[in-house]
């Protein structure tokens, strides 16, 4: 089942009281509004037929006055033309617990009628416990506050529900996916937003945009129910949008939803910038190769190599090069690392066959006799590079490494807190106390960002995506926003052993201008695969193969929502 | 749930898997090794320790290196693969009789293990395997030699370098060698 923390569904509380009866309180009843009017009387435990409860009922002559006024513009057969409802409508009166009569009689007939049950009393007049609870779940479909009280944006709920009823309010919604949905209509007109616990339609709606957005819900899929995994999908995508990260499913979401989502059986696929990576015939690249304690730094340096190789790239050594040569594959002083090796590969762009000229910069943990100059090697890198990559550890979050985990000197701190998620593991405080005290983040050490206008950062490392928050939001990374920064990340922790392949597959697309949507699908397939092969040397069968499943879903994107050259497919 | 079950699964809590792996390191169970290994490589650094000391209290070390010896190369290579992983200095002995394996594949795991290693017999087998046919198998020697420690390994590195075609494999060694030239802590 999808949710932590879901408030249960429309289950229907036994009825208070006894067991003959509908029980009523006088706590709240009928109450005109705004004028003042004598409250209706209430029985308490009192076995009353319908017809007496109507006569005696003080609030009839309210209900003669509103009678005598205009419609409140109900609709349905089962609802239009009574004078009480109708006054409801318009605002002029609500129902409350304890009301009774002909009017109240109506309101059951007609939450019946939409698919609100009252199992014990029916349509017997008195409204109670059992009728507010099916006006609560009423309340809860539609998107209103749940108050049990009958008030005009409830009884035009209901009354949209019912056959003739009035057609959904203009709500801005044009998606062909979210406009039909009363629920979501109301949130659209300013109503409570959907929180956590809600289900219905519209919730399932929303989960399959996002879903076809690219915020992946692996457990649990679009089933309707609001719960966790739908939660960080919702702040996901409300990050990208620059909008309150409250994970709920309010107007400001669903409006960029509405916009950002493809239609119907439509999926997006997103693409990288490449008109703007290739503008200017270079792809300036450094792939940066994290310390590991099990040793894996080399086997991934060797693996990435091979694939370079076989890609085409070959060693080049600036240093041998003429000034001009080196102004021409982008490796001049600007960008030279004397303790880095480069691959160099002449490439066509696809789309429109001119030559790119694409130099890949390798940095390790023995590019510099010293952690912290690799690290600050790896900062120069995020400062000028188009295409930065990094393998290795994500250090709980806190960001990239160079060197053992049991010393600071080879962080470059993105955010020293880590994982925020409630459901990730928090950085140790042993591991804390090697990087100094106060340094919260090496991203406001930043001193400009490539000459291009766009850069594309992909962190294969445990449970990157976190590191999408800090790298995004406006003003925390020189003059990076989300439109000129797009970051992929990892959902899931990612396999010391493939970190090379994922390195080497993702400079195979961005040289082919193959869409990001293929591109993670290929990188998920490769964890797929790894862990299929751990479990075929004995990893243990049925959990194995239950979680085997999730590693699907391994890579997120951040920024690439809005970028030219997206499709639907 | 079964400890094993908590353990593998990633969605747990970084406590509950330390505990899980602590939990069949006292049930002795050697079946579990697989999985141990299989976590071991999506674990962060806690986890890692408490899988890696699951690990040696099973005995995981002592019947790989028997599989360094099996008769099918994809086993032995299995095996140097998860050595490379526990870096357990009481294989180093196993793993320098295995380096000149005769599968390509296994010799090259064997010799990244051994690069994870220091000690006589392992500087030995890295500076020979420095003349290995197999270029993945110069490159992990060079690395190795790199983190020996021991002070011949510059000379050893400047050799193989003037002698080396390969431009990867000279990737490696300059790597190595800065790393061989860094002053001792």
Not at chain 1, 197 to 217: I, P
Not at chain 1, 246 to 259: E, P, S, V, Y
Not at chain 2, 89 to 107: C, G, M, N, V
């Amino acid at each position: 089942m999808s949710s932590t923390g879901g408030v249960g569904g429309a289950g229907r509380p036994a009825p208070v009281g006894p067991s003959t009866s509908q029980p009523t309180t006088p706590a709240t009843p009928a109450t005109p509004a705004p004028a003042p009017a004598p409250a209706a009387t209430a029985t308490s435990g009192t076995s009353r037929t319908a017809a007496a409860a109507h006569a005696a009922d003080p609030a009839a002559s309210i209900l003669s006055a509103a009678a005598r006024s205009t419609t409140g513009g109900l609709q349905s057969t089962a609802l239009k033309g009574d004078a009480t409802l109708e006054a409801v409508a318009r605002g002029e009166r609500t129902i409350a617990q304890g009301a009774r009569g002909d009017s109240v009689k109506k309101l059951q007939q007609a939450l019946m009628a939409a698919g609100y049950p009252l199992p014990r009393y029916g349509a017997d007049g008195g409204y109670g416990n059992e009728g507010m609870t099916a006006v609560k779940a009423l309340q809860r479909d539609a998107g209103l506050p749940q108050t049990g009280t009958v008030d005009a944006a409830t009884i035009r709920a209901l009354d949209r529900k019912l056959p003739g009823g009035a057609p959904p309010a203009p709500t801005g919604l044009t998606n062909a996916r979210f406009s039909g949905d009363s629920t979501l209509a109301a949130v659209a007109a300013g109503r409570s937003p959907l929180g956590a616990g809600s289900r219905g339609e519209g919730v399932k709606a929303v989960q399959q945009a996002l879903m076809d957005l690219g915020f992946d819900l692996p457990r649990y899929g679009a089933d309707g129910s609001l719960g966790n995994e739908a939660k960080y999908a919702l702040q996901r995508f409300q990050q990208e949008k620059g909008i309150p990260k409250t994970g709920k499913i309010d107007k400001a979401t669903l409006t960029a939803l509405d916009r950002a989502a493809p239609p119907p059986g439509k999926k997006l696929e997103t693409f990288p910038e490449y008109d703007k990576l290739y503008a200017d015939g270079r792809l300036d690249t450094t792939i940066a190769i994290g310390f590991d304690e099990h040793g894996t730094t080399d086997l991934t340096l060797r693996t990435t190599l091979n694939g370079l190789t076989s890609q085409g790239y070959r060693r080049v050594y600036p240093e041998r090069m003429s000034a001009a040569e080196r102004t021409k594959l982008g490796v001049g002083p600007d960008r030279f690392e004397a303790g880095a090796s480069y691959y160099h590969r002449k490439f066509n762009d696809p789309a429109t066959g001119r030559p790119v000229e694409a130099v890949v910069k390798v940095i390790t943990p023995d590019s510099a006799s010293k952690p912290e100059d690799v690290a600050a090697m790896f900062k120069r890198s995020i400062e000028r590079d188009e295409v930065v990559l990094y393998g290795g550890h994500a250090r709980y979050g806190t960001g990239p490494d160079f060197d053992h985990i049991d010393s600071g000197r080879g962080n470059f701190v993105i955010d020293r807190s880590g994982n925020k998620r409630a459901d990730r593991d928090r950085p140790p405080g042993h591991m804390l106390d090697h990087i100094e005290p106060g340094r919260t983040t090496d991203l406001d050490e930043l001193s400009g960002r490539p000459a291009g206008g766009y850069q594309l950062l992909f962190f294969n490392a445990c449970s990157t995506e976190e590191y999408n928050h800090n790298l995004r939001d406006t003003g925390a990374f020189a003059g990076r926003d989300r439109g000129n920064t797009d970051v992929v990340g990892s959902t899931i922790p990612t396999r010391l052993g493939t970190n090379g392949d994922h390195l080497v597959r993702f400079m195979q697309g961005i040289t082919a201008r193959e869409s990001m949507t293929s591109i993670n699908r290929a990188q998920s397939s490769i964890e797929v695969a790894y862990l299929e092969r751990l479990r075929d040397q004995g990893a243990t069968g049925e959990d194995w193969n239950k979680l085997i499943p999730t590693a699907r879903y391994t890579y997120s994107e951040s920024g690439f929502l809005d970028n030219a050259g997206n499709k639907f497919n | 749930m079964s400890a094993i079950a908590t353990l593998a699964d990633w969605e747990r809590p970084e406590a509950e898997r330390i505990e899980a792996a602590r939990t069949i390191a006292a049930s002795k169970d050697g079946g579990a090794i697989p999985t141990l290994f299989a976590v071991l490589e999506g674990a962060e650094v806690e986890l890692a320790r408490a899988v890696l000391t699951a690990l040696k209290d099973l005995g995981a070390a002592d019947a790989l290196a028997k599989d360094l010896k099996a008769k099918e190369p994809e086993k032995r290579r299995l095996a140097a693969e998860r050595l490379a992983l526990l870096q357990d200095p009481r294989s180093s002995a196993a793993l320098a009789e295995a380096a000149k394996d005769a599968d390509p594949k296994a010799r090259t795991t064997v010799i990244r293990a051994l690069s994870l290693l220091t000690g006589p017999k392992v500087y030995d087998a890295l500076d020979a395997a420095l003349g290995d046919p197999n270029a993945e198998v110069r490159s992990y020697a060079a690395a190795g030699l790199g983190r020996s420690g021991d002070a011949r390994a510059v000379a050893a590195l400047e050799r193989a370098f003037e002698k080396e075609e390969d431009e990867t494999v000279k990737d490696f060694i300059e790597r190595a060698l800065r790393r061989a030239r860094r002053p001792a802590k």
